[in-house]
């Protein structure tokens, strides 16, 4: 069993900053864009390897355009547009939608990659975001089941009237393949950073990373970081798209029972792994079962580390997080 360790300091939220553990310094070649729906930023730590920059930049267009659910012509829209009929879909797709399933299933449902109906109720990606009434929410719940999702081989079938979204775990994915195509193409340190998704390949030429961490809270500076190499960090919370109405503040990880934002005892979440596709579906189902189901969780889960911030400010993390306090 892992040991928990407890921190009484408020900490934590995701944001990326790469530091050397040593004297040696790496000279980084950065290229940033806007794909996925947010900002990427990737870089080498190799002036000779600043070519592969503009091919891993492709490499994001093309899963988004296989994965969004946005693109038209994407699998996933034709996925959702088939009316109930079978689809076939790139071998990706298929196996990336088994996973997420999977997830599904381990969180006994609360990971559900059948909400777009309900997530676009809320326009958490868009510029208005609001409340929708309760009895459209109670319509759009008639559509979310995750055990409604058929896959066979490279054959989708989704009932009429649902929609599966997998933004809860295609960032992750991505990462994972832009790690391999780095290591094909002989890049030996690289930063991955899918809009706060980080994949840190290689041990950075001996020095290793350290992935800093800063508070949820407002008005609070980062105070700890992740060390290691060859690792991913992916961060879940209340704070990453959220707005305020009449006082409240309403988050975009809904709970699938209710339609509103989950009600969690914590304020984010930080998984620490090496495949970046389980990282980016247990930060969201840690994230939702709370912090005592999401430690026990980890607790039975070989290689998967984490950090649990509370909404009081106390913070958890596995005895492997390796996480310092700054």
Known sequence: MKKIKKFTAVLLCLAFLSMPCGCKKAVPVTKTQYMLNTVITLTVYNNKDAQTLDGAFELCRFYENMLSR???????????????????????TARLIEK?????????????????????????????????????????LEFVDYKKVLAEGNTVILPKGYAIDLGGIAKGYIADRLAEYFTQNGVKNAIIDLGG?????????????????????????????????????????????????????????????????????????????????????????????????????LEKTEGIEGVFVTSDGEIFCTEGANFTKT
């Open 70 to 92: 946005t693109v038209e012509g994407s699998d996933v829209y034709k996925i959702n547009n088939a009316n109930g009929e079978a689809t076939e879909v790139n071998e990706a």
């Open 100 to 140: 997420a399933l999977y997830y599904g299933e381990l969180s006994q449902g609360r990971f559900d990659i059948t909400t777009a109906k309900l997530s676009e109720l809320w326009g958490f990606s868009g510029e208005n975001p609001d409340v929708p009434d309760r009895q459209v929410i109670d319509n759009a």
């Open 197 to 297: 998704n980080i994949y840190a390949l290689g041990d950075k030429e001996g020095e290793g990373y350290k992935i800093a961490i800063r508070s949820p809270f407002e008005g609070q500076a980062t105070i700890g970081y992740v060390a290691g190499s060859n690792l991913t960090v992916v961060t879940s919370g209340a704070y990453e798209r959220c707005f305020y109405k009449d006082g409240v503040r309403y988050h975009h990880i809904l709970d699938v029972k209710t339609g509103m934002p989950a009600q969690s005892d914590l304020e984010s979440v930080t998984i620490i792994a090496s495949h970046s596709v389980d990282a980016d579906a247990l930060s969201t189902v840690c994230f939702l079962l709370g912090k005592e189901a999401g430690i026990s969780l």
